[in-house]
């Protein structure tokens, strides 16, 4: 089994700006690629997505790659599930030739609703298979061949086609997985290049999410890898409309299995059976809100909390359009 030496994680400081991306909900591909040009405008130099619509994230970004200059494009995430690696590769391999260094790749598994009921595929094993996937994805995006035959995939990937030797194709992408539980925080820390969190509240990352991830890389002895944050962000005053906005992500949440775990893990069991006090008090773990001067100083703070990045999620109180504007404006213009 051949396995790829993981890519250098950078340990230089980075100006706060480059610390903070923002997460794009859009209805399609063209209301994505409107709003990743409007935050490139506006200095933003990290975006996150998940789709537009129904349509494919990586072609999304192909098309988006050619229509910006330097913004980052990241998937967060992927379900590894439905494609194989090796198809994976080739569309990563796409986004990176037409925007080199722009790319990186979130993965996981996703959720069993989507796999399980969607797709119909069975999801077993859900973090064994993704290290199986990560791994082969390394190999073919890092060394452009690879040999490998594990639990779940047996791959034979080589530079060679019916007409003989060919130049190995190759790409820089950071590869990154998704994380929730410590279990899974652990595996980041021993295989990926980042974890990106989702829904987390912070006193969960920093004092559960932060200690598995330093652990499972040093069972490696590698560098920690970076933690990327969801951070659902309301710029507003009005706290009765964002508290009611943040009930209905947390109601919506813990409906899916590992986010119940996970809310129980930090300190809410009872948010799970839907006891009215305390899911309002995880719910104002999940938001940061408040006038743009507020909202600033908060994310400054998390930025010094120990955590790397931050993924900005705007939950729209009263006119989205406009507090789309003033987010970005507030990514753009931090710079120390």
């Not at 992927?78 to 925007?99: E, N």
């Not at 969190?197 to 200690?211: R, T, V």
């Amino acid at each position: 089994m051949q396995q790829a030496d993981h890519p250098p994680i950078a340990d230089t400081p980075r100006p706060l700006h480059d610390r903070i991306g923002i997460f794009v909900d859009a209805t399609d591909s063209r209301d994505a690629l409107t709003k990743i040009r409007r935050a490139e405008q506006a200095g933003v130099q990290q975006v996150w997505a998940q789709g537009a619509g129904n349509a494919d994230l990586l072609t999304l970004f192909a098309v988006v790659a050619t229509h910006t200059e330097r913004i980052r494009l990241g998937t967060a995430i992927i379900p590894t599930y439905p494609r194989h690696p090796l198809v994976m590769a080739q569309q990563a391999l796409t986004v990176h030739d037409v925007a080199p260094g722009r790319l990186r790749l979130g993965i996981g598994p996703g959720n069993p609703m989507l796999i399980e009921d969607w797709y119909g595929l069975s999801q077993t094993a859900p973090l064994p298979y993704l290290k199986e996937y990560l791994e082969i994805l390394r190999g073919v995006l890092g060394d452009g061949a690879i040999s490998y035959h594990g639990a779940f995939f047996n791959v034979e990937h080589s530079s060679r086609n019916a007409y003989g030797p060919t130049t190995p194709r190759t790409a820089s992408v950071p590869l990154l997985t998704s994380a929730v539980g410590p279990k899974a925080f652990k595996l980041a820390g021993e295989i990926a290049d980042g974890a990106i969190s989702w829904m987390c509240p912070i006193p969960y990352l920093l004092e559960s999410a932060l200690p598995a991830l330093r652990a499972g890389a040093k069972t490696k002895n590698r560098p920690t890898p970076p933690v990327i944050a969801h951070v659902r962000v309301a710029l507003s005053t009005d706290e009765a409309k964002v508290q009611a906005k943040a009930r209905q992500g947390v109601q919506l949440a813990t409906r899916f299995g590992p986010y119940a775990r996970m809310f129980a893990k930090a300190g809410f069991p009872k948010a799970i059976d839907g006891e009215e006090r305390e899911v309002d008090a995880l719910a104002q773990t999940l938001v940061v809100s408040g006038a743009e001067s507020t909202v600033r100083h908060r994310l400054e703070e998390l930025l010094m909390s120990g955590l790397d990045e931050l993924m900005l999620h705007l939950v729209p109180i009263r006119d989205e359009a406009n507090e789309r504007e003033q987010l970005l404006h507030l990514i753009g213009s931090l710079q120390a």
